[in-house]
């Protein structure tokens, strides 16, 4: 019989610019005789930060009350804070709300912005800028998109049916189109499907293929090419590996424009850099919605910069 999980409890804290607090809970056997030295120990902060925040009563339990650094090691208590936001150049394009409803928001996403918090990807993310521009509080993303593709993301508004979404996805109940912009190989034969073994490492850039069997599967298919050297593709993913669709294109001698770790990693650009996007774009989405069953079929108003005007992309303009 499975173990029933025990339902997180609410944050005692409110949000920061869409962002919730962090919620740390001791663990078994963690080490430290105090929340304080668990806390110095378990975060990678400097200590006289942890100090300054229990100082300034920024660490609270569960009641919202302020935490005493002194207070004794005790497995399974929780605490909350707000996590030192780091400095986030503004992402300068605009996030298009799509469609809205009680239970659904789908937005067009642009090239650069994160979905969700992750990194040094805090207020800058789609799901903090949605949160605060909505007031929506308690959407959460039901998927996610990578911050360099642009296009479509879906996110829920009541966190009691995010399972349901997320279930359309990981069950692949979701038909999912993209588009990307590439070179144009006269001999590469299209459509074709790609089927191979793709793997990512942990603590590695880039994912690889490998022998084995197949676990990554994009249906491709050729939709114009033009004299200068430029070809549009329809990608259609059967599966979701990380980095498929820019994997796939790269083993066939198409990388797609803008691809800084496809098929070589290049120098990290400057933060602010927003100069030759990613020439990728999550064009459609299509699925039976779990809770109303009504179909929804979004698409993406978004033109791929580099097949609008190759010259403004690679100026960065």
Same mark, same amino acid.
């Given at each position: 019989?499975?173990? +029933?999980?025990?339902?997180?409890?609410?944050?005692?804290?409110?949000?920061?610019?869409?962002?919730?607090?962090?919620?740390?809970?001791?663990?078994?056997?963690?080490?430290?005789?105090?929340?304080?030295?668990?806390?110095?120990?378990?975060?990678?902060?400097?200590?006289?930060?942890?100090?300054?925040?229990?100082?300034?009563?920024?660490?609270?339990?569960?009641?919202?009350?302020?935490?005493?650094?002194?207070?004794?090691?005790?497995?399974?208590?929780?605490?909350?804070?707000?996590?030192?936001?780091?400095?986030?150049?503004?992402?300068?394009?605009?996030?298009?709300?799509?469609?809205?409803?009680?239970?659904?928001?789908?937005?067009?996403?642009?090239?650069?912005?994160?979905?969700?918090? +992750?990194?040094?990807?805090?207020?800058?993310?789609?799901?903090? +800028?949605?949160?605060?521009? *909505?007031?929506?509080?308690?959407?959460?993303?039901?998927?996610?998109?990578?911050?360099?593709?642009?296009?479509?993301?879906?996110?829920?508004?009541?966190?009691?049916?995010?399972?349901?979404?997320?279930?359309?996805?990981?069950?692949?109940?979701?038909?999912?189109?993209?588009?990307?912009?590439?070179?144009?190989?006269?001999?590469?034969?299209?459509?074709?499907?790609?089927?191979?073994?793709?793997?990512?490492?942990?603590?590695?850039?880039?994912?690889?293929?490998?022998?084995?069997?197949?676990?990554?599967?994009?249906?491709?298919?050729? *939709?114009?090419?033009?004299?200068?050297?430029?070809?549009?593709?329809?990608?259609?993913?059967?599966?979701?590996?990380?980095?498929?669709?820019?994997?796939?294109?790269?083993?066939?001698?198409?990388?797609?424009?803008?691809?800084?770790?496809?098929?070589?990693?290049?120098?990290?650009?400057?933060?602010?850099?927003?100069?030759?996007?990613?020439?990728?774009?999550?064009?459609?989405?299509?699925?039976?919605?779990?809770?109303?069953?009504?179909?929804?079929?979004?698409?993406?108003?978004?033109?791929?910069?580099?097949?609008?005007?190759?010259?403004?992309?690679?100026?960065?303009?």
């Amino acid at each position: 019989m499975r173990r +029933r999980r025990t339902p997180t409890p609410p944050p005692p804290l409110p949000q920061r610019d869409g962002v919730d607090p962090v919620r740390v809970r001791l663990p078994a056997g963690g080490p430290g005789a105090t929340v304080r030295e668990h806390l110095v120990q378990r975060l990678a902060a400097n200590p006289a930060v942890i100090d300054d925040m229990f100082a300034a009563g920024e660490i609270v339990g569960a009641d919202g009350r302020p935490v005493p650094p002194d207070t004794p090691y005790a497995p399974g208590l929780c605490v909350w804070f707000h996590r030192e936001m780091p400095a986030e150049p503004p992402v300068p394009f605009p996030l298009h709300v799509v469609h809205q409803d009680d239970h659904l928001v789908v937005v067009d996403k642009p090239h650069f912005l994160a979905t969700t918090p +992750r990194g040094s990807h805090v207020r800058q993310t789609a799901l903090a +800028r949605l949160r605060h521009e *909505l007031g929506l509080p308690q959407l959460t993303a039901a998927h996610r998109l990578d911050r360099l593709t642009a296009g479509l993301v879906l996110f829920t508004v009541r966190p009691e049916e995010r399972g349901a979404y997320q279930t359309l996805f990981r069950d692949r109940r979701v038909h999912k189109v993209y588009e990307a912009v590439a070179p144009h190989d006269p001999d590469l034969r299209l459509p074709r499907t790609v089927r191979s073994r793709i793997v990512k490492e942990r603590g590695m850039l880039t994912a690889r293929e490998v022998d084995g069997e197949p676990n990554a599967v994009t249906h491709m298919e050729r *939709l114009a090419h033009r004299a200068d050297g430029l070809a549009r593709y329809r990608l259609v993913p059967g599966t979701g590996q990380t980095h498929q669709l820019r994997v796939h294109m790269s083993a066939l001698g198409v990388p797609i424009l803008g691809d800084p770790l496809y098929p070589e990693v290049t120098a990290p650009v400057p933060a602010g850099d927003f100069r030759r996007p990613l020439q990728l774009l999550a064009r459609e989405l299509a699925f039976t919605d779990p809770v109303t069953g009504a179909e929804h079929r979004f698409t993406s108003g978004r033109v791929l910069g580099a097949w609008a005007s190759y010259e403004e992309w690679a100026a960065g303009q």
